[in-house]
């Protein structure tokens, strides 16, 4: 039987599209999820495996990079064509029960491109005014290696945003407390209706066993649990871009700060994936032609060490060339859980990496992590 929701779902809807530019009436999340990773970043790996229904428009939609764009004239042979996951609308059993029961609802699997601890999430519903869901739920699990579709279905899952009510044309942002590993989730809509983006802020957590078996490697690296902790400037582009997999393919794929006016400098602080014996750093500037940073200074500290705030020099000040990858071989390995870029006086870095292998205490300290995220 159909049954009443306990609030009124007509607050939560957006005014018709009133013209001119279709963000200007964007209802934006109040959390701040700056300096987090989106976990589930398709240019990372993460993909959404299966849907119940993606009638009106794909699944895929959900994890694409750019914000969803809106064309009032865009129409299909199946009706409005969204940049969403766009299901159709729900019926019920007959005339005398038109309306679908209260728990009907539509789902999507995600795949994780990093698992990891989450931290919040973000259903985006930009330019689905009428046609959102009505409240959305979000499970999660964590199942080993490359599961199929009925292999999730039959997973056990653990709900980490309880059914909530959503806005049209909003960021609906959620904050989550369970500090587990996931790999996978599952996006419920209910009862039926579109979601224009999904994104899912967290920490990863790398599997040790997969990095002792690689032994060398970019402990900076995102996918191998490297983090920013801080950074001087967001101004353009994010640092979390200088660890990404791979070379930057533009220019904001990578890091750039603002123009300095000042006698300061620019900076950014990673925590590495564990403690680790380093060897070899390259930094890069592609594409970075006429911003790229003029000197850059690498430095370290260990926290694990005598002196644990302590930062030493890894790199001297050393002059960069626009748009050119940087190769530095240590002349001995340096001990270190942080690394730190420094930047003269200002501009963009694209990649660094940071090559070398974990420590014994790396090792524990990672395993130990590990496990605790297993539960």
Not at 8 to 22: E, F, L
Not at 110 to 123: Q, S, T
Not at 150 to 171: D, K, N, Q, S
């Amino acid at each position: 039987m159909s049954q009443t929701p306990p609030f009124d779902p007509r607050a939560y809807n957006a005014q018709p599209y009133p013209g001119g530019d279709p963000y200007g009436d964007f209802r934006r999340t109040e959390l701040d999820f700056s300096g987090l990773v989106d976990l589930a970043d398709r240019r990372l790996g993460a993909g959404v495996v299966a849907a119940n229904d993606e009638f009106f428009a794909e699944r895929e939609n959900l994890l694409r990079t750019e914000p969803a764009v809106f064309d009032p004239h865009h129409f299909g042979h199946k009706g409005k064509v969204m940049d969403g996951w766009e299901t159709r609308r729900r019926r019920g059993v007959s005339a005398e029960q038109p309306h679908p029961t209260a728990e009907d609802h539509d789902w999507a699997l995600v795949r994780l491109a990093l698992p990891g601890v989450i931290r919040g999430l973000v259903v985006d519903t930009a330019h689905f005014r009428g046609n959102h869901p009505t409240e959305i739920g979000v499970e999660a699990t964590h199942v080993a290696g490359t599961p199929t579709t009925e292999e999730l279905l039959a997973a056990e899952w653990t709900e980490i945003v309880p059914r909530t009510p959503v806005y049209g044309h909003a960021e609906n942002g959620f904050e989550v407390d369970l500090r587990h590993r996931w790999t996978h989730l599952r996006l419920k809509q209910f009862p039926d209706g579109g979601v224009a983006r999904l994104r899912v802020y967290g920490e990863p957590v790398a599997d040790p066993d997969w990095l002792a078996a690689l032994g060398s490697f970019d402990v900076a690296a995102l996918v191998n649990g490297g983090t920013v902790e801080d950074a001087s400037d967001r101004f353009y582009s994010s640092p979390e871009n200088i660890i990404q997999p791979g070379r930057s393919h533009k220019m904001d794929d990578g890091w750039e700060n603002r123009r300095r006016r000042d006698t300061g400098n620019d900076w950014v602080r990673f925590r590495l994936t564990a403690q680790a014996s380093v060897r070899a750093i390259e930094l890069d500037t592609a594409y970075l032609k006429g911003n790229s940073a003029g000197w850059v200074t690498v430095l370290g500290r260990d926290a694990h060490s005598d002196s644990p705030e302590e930062w030493f020099e890894i790199v001297g000040r050393t002059g960069l060339q626009p748009d050119s990858a940087h190769r530095f071989v240590l002349d001995a390995p340096v001990t270190v859980t942080h690394v730190r870029t420094d930047v003269f006086p200002d501009g963009g870095i694209a990649r660094l990496n940071v090559y070398g292998s974990l420590t014994g205490t790396g090792t524990a300290e990672l395993r130990s992590r590990w496990a605790a995220a297993r539960g």
